[in-house]
């Protein structure tokens, strides 16, 4: 009886230790508690003009910009490094499965780096429910850094759009309409 | 004998220099393109180069991302292709190949090969709307590729297109593109405006089986479910009242019966009513 017993509580214990191993930790804070130091260190400048039929307020409008910047910090990143995850909560689903295609690890090796200096976003559209924005970015000015520390500049046109999904602007589709080096 | 040796002198420094010469590192050229044009299409198959050495690293940069490559190395040089068969974010790129110290670029244009494989991306604005305020409907579309290029197309003029619609006054659910749930929108039905009322007298239960339906608004849709109808009823004494929520278009209830009392009855929902009806056992 006192096998029994003693084989039916380490049966007991080896159940719980299993299922104690199957439990997944999840490692990756929520989106709230984590500090997103890609977009914290990047600065840029960017000039809002509305062209949209409907009138946006200021708050909107900082909002979008604040968002935009971020945005362009993972950029600059991905175009970097092709880390993907870093970004996530910056691009739509539609976006992330783009980018996706071309992940394969990201890049130790010091490559091509890229800054944007200077935007002039003009916002072509804007749902009346603040969920969708169309805009073209003209004359963004970027900064190509390249191995052996050769710089080049050159100004871009852009046509982005912009969804609002969760509590922040993410990127759904983007276009490069002009490129001249400066 | 003297100019011997002065010969002999001059030999073994000419042998010496050669010595030295061989020894360093020769200096890598950068590999030529054979491809004229500076147009890739993506994906790339085979990006021919003719180069020294075998040791390089390749790179593509498009506007968005590095695009992993392969190399394969042939007698004249080597190739590239794409590791995966993926679009681009088409436009300005950069092709970057490194040989230990020595790095090269190609500034290059990327276009997809698989053309414009494109789709209307359509938004609404509100997603609900009710003919009590407004059936104007805000429509914001434009074409985007399957690798989410922003692109011009015959049904959107300029990049981004948006249009003012008014939606017709009938309840429903719809799509704005037909194979996209999320594209969804909704018509929902306004305040009731008409209320047809009907009673039958159960004798077994004594009561009156009141029938306020069917409900309208007033572009003949149905009211919405659990819209609340208020049934008010007066014997010349006492007024009482009794509340019912709409199902399917009408709200019922059952009012109990005095004997040798007439009632006066009238629904209403909000501030429509219905016309008086006399409860006579």
């Given at each position: 009886m006192r096998v029994l017993f003693g084989f039916f509580i380490l049966l007991l214990i080896g159940f719980f230790f299993l299922q104690g191993r199957t439990i997944q930790r999840v490692a990756e804070k929520p989106v709230f508690l984590r500090i997103d130091e890609i977009a914290n260190d990047h600065q840029t400048h960017i000039d809002i003009a509305v062209h949209a039929s409907i009138q946006l307020n200021d708050l909107a409008l900082e909002g979008l910009k604040k968002d935009y910047s971020n945005l362009w910090g993972h950029l600059n990143h991905l175009y970097e490094t092709n880390d993907i995850i870093a970004g996530k909560e910056y691009y739509t689903e539609a976006w992330y499965k783009q980018i996706a295609h071309h992940y394969a690890h990201p890049i130790d090796e010091p490559g091509i780096k890229r800054m944007d200096l200077k935007h002039a976003l003009q916002i072509q559209n804007w749902s009346s429910d603040g969920l969708v924005c169309t805009a073209f970015d003209r004359n963004v000015i970027l900064k190509h850094i390249y191995p052996g520390g050769r710089e080049r500049i050159s100004s871009v046109d852009l046509a982005v759009v912009l969804l609002y999904q969760g509590d922040h602007w993410r990127l759904d589709g983007l276009s490069v309409l002009d490129e001249k080096p400066q | 004998m003297r100019g011997f040796s002065i010969i002999q002198s001059i030999l073994i420094s000419a042998a010496f220099l050669v010595f030295l010469v061989s020894c360093q590192n020769k200096a890598i050229q950068k590999p030529i393109m054979?491809?004229?044009?500076?147009v890739l299409s993506v994906p790339i198959n085979r990006l021919e180069f003719s180069s020294e050495g075998k040791n390089w690293d390749a790179r593509l940069y498009s506007f968005g991302q590095p695009v992993p490559l392969k190399i394969q190395y042939t007698e004249t040089g080597f190739y590239l292709s794409q590791k995966n068969q993926s679009g681009v974010i088409q436009g300005p790129g950069i092709l970057y190949l490194s040989a230990g110290k020595y790095d090269y670029f190609y500034d290059v244009s990327l276009v997809n090969?698989?053309?414009?494989t494109t789709m209307i991306s359509d938004y609404r604005s509100p997603k609900t709307v009710n003919p009590d305020s407004s059936l104007s409907h805000q429509k914001l579309f434009f074409t985007i590729d399957r690798w989410r290029n922003v692109v011009k197309s015959d049904q959107t003029a300029g990049y981004f297109e948006e249009s003012e619609i008014s939606l017709p006054p009938i309840v429903g659910i719809y799509r704005a593109q037909e194979t996209d749930p999320l594209s969804s929108y909704y018509v929902q039905p306004g305040s009731c405006t008409s209320i047809p009322l009907q009673a039958d007298f159960n004798m077994d239960k004594s009561t009156f089986h009141v029938v306020a339906g069917p409900l309208k608004d007033a572009y003949n849709n149905q009211v919405a479910d659990g819209t609340v109808v208020a049934f008010m009823y007066e014997d010349g004494a006492y007024s009482f009242r009794m509340e019912a929520t709409a199902h399917n278009g009408s709200a019922t209830v059952d009012i109990p019966v005095k004997t040798n009392l007439t009632y006066t009855l009238v629904a209403a929902v909000n501030e429509t009513k219905s016309l008086e009806i006399q409860l006579n056992p």
């Amino acid at each position: 009886m006192r096998v029994l017993f003693g084989f039916f509580i380490l049966l007991l214990i080896g159940f719980f230790f299993l299922q104690g191993r199957t439990i997944q930790r999840v490692a990756e804070k929520p989106v709230f508690l984590r500090i997103d130091e890609i977009a914290n260190d990047h600065q840029t400048h960017i000039d809002i003009a509305v062209h949209a039929s409907i009138q946006l307020n200021d708050l909107a409008l900082e909002g979008l910009k604040k968002d935009y910047s971020n945005l362009w910090g993972h950029l600059n990143h991905l175009y970097e490094t092709n880390d993907i995850i870093a970004g996530k909560e910056y691009y739509t689903e539609a976006w992330y499965k783009q980018i996706a295609h071309h992940y394969a690890h990201p890049i130790d090796e010091p490559g091509i780096k890229r800054m944007d200096l200077k935007h002039a976003l003009q916002i072509q559209n804007w749902s009346s429910d603040g969920l969708v924005c169309t805009a073209f970015d003209r004359n963004v000015i970027l900064k190509h850094i390249y191995p052996g520390g050769r710089e080049r500049i050159s100004s871009v046109d852009l046509a982005v759009v912009l969804l609002y999904q969760g509590d922040h602007w993410r990127l759904d589709g983007l276009s490069v309409l002009d490129e001249k080096p400066q | 004998m003297r100019g011997f040796s002065i010969i002999q002198s001059i030999l073994i420094s000419a042998a010496f220099l050669v010595f030295l010469v061989s020894c360093q590192n020769k200096a890598i050229q950068k590999p030529i393109m054979l491809s004229k044009s500076p147009v890739l299409s993506v994906p790339i198959n085979r990006l021919e180069f003719s180069s020294e050495g075998k040791n390089w690293d390749a790179r593509l940069y498009s506007f968005g991302q590095p695009v992993p490559l392969k190399i394969q190395y042939t007698e004249t040089g080597f190739y590239l292709s794409q590791k995966n068969q993926s679009g681009v974010i088409q436009g300005p790129g950069i092709l970057y190949l490194s040989a230990g110290k020595y790095d090269y670029f190609y500034d290059v244009s990327l276009v997809n090969m698989d053309g414009p494989t494109t789709m209307i991306s359509d938004y609404r604005s509100p997603k609900t709307v009710n003919p009590d305020s407004s059936l104007s409907h805000q429509k914001l579309f434009f074409t985007i590729d399957r690798w989410r290029n922003v692109v011009k197309s015959d049904q959107t003029a300029g990049y981004f297109e948006e249009s003012e619609i008014s939606l017709p006054p009938i309840v429903g659910i719809y799509r704005a593109q037909e194979t996209d749930p999320l594209s969804s929108y909704y018509v929902q039905p306004g305040s009731c405006t008409s209320i047809p009322l009907q009673a039958d007298f159960n004798m077994d239960k004594s009561t009156f089986h009141v029938v306020a339906g069917p409900l309208k608004d007033a572009y003949n849709n149905q009211v919405a479910d659990g819209t609340v109808v208020a049934f008010m009823y007066e014997d010349g004494a006492y007024s009482f009242r009794m509340e019912a929520t709409a199902h399917n278009g009408s709200a019922t209830v059952d009012i109990p019966v005095k004997t040798n009392l007439t009632y006066t009855l009238v629904a209403a929902v909000n501030e429509t009513k219905s016309l008086e009806i006399q409860l006579n056992p």
